[in-house]
């Protein structure tokens, strides 16, 4: 992944053929590049909106390096609920490729590290418990 789009016969083979998925080193360098510039922001102290300062209404609070960890680790804590029957297996594997795909074009700033877990968890057959309704919608 990383070099072409996604087709729907790649979504297919992935959610329900159980396709393994690899990341190209182009995707790669795209994630290190973006994940370099992150990193550069919080030793700057550069003000950048989720990453150095608060979300939403509080966009206007600058966070300190020191909890620049902890402010992330917090905005996954509270966003992670949600009720009802579990999605589907294959719908559970489109999402997480779905995630990948948006996530390997380098504009995330994510870490590698999570990519990898991703695309190791689908090719291993790992699948989250993702409810059928949560609490928010999705963004990112």
Do not use: W
Request: hydrophobic share 35%.
């Amino acid at each position: 992944m990383g070099n072409r789009k996604l087709t729907l016969e790649d979504l297919i083979n992935v959610t329900r053929n159980g396709c393994e998925v690899k990341i190209s080193e182009e995707a790669k360098e795209k994630i290190a590049i973006a994940r370099k510039l992150v990193d550069d922001y919080v030793e700057e102290g550069r003000v950048s909106y989720g990453i150095t300062t608060g979300f939403g209404k509080f966009s206007d609070q600058v966070i300190s390096k020191e909890e620049t960890a902890t402010l992330q680790r917090n905005l996954i804590i509270s966003h992670a609920c949600g009720v009802g029957n579990p999605l589907p297996i294959d719908a559970v594997r489109g999402i997480m490729l779905l995630r990948v795909n948006n996530l390997i074009q380098g504009h995330s700033g994510i870490r590698q590290e999570v990519i990898d877990l991703l695309v190791n968890m689908i090719n291993k057959g790992v699948t989250p418990y993702i409810p059928e309704k949560g609490s928010l919608g999705a963004s990112g």
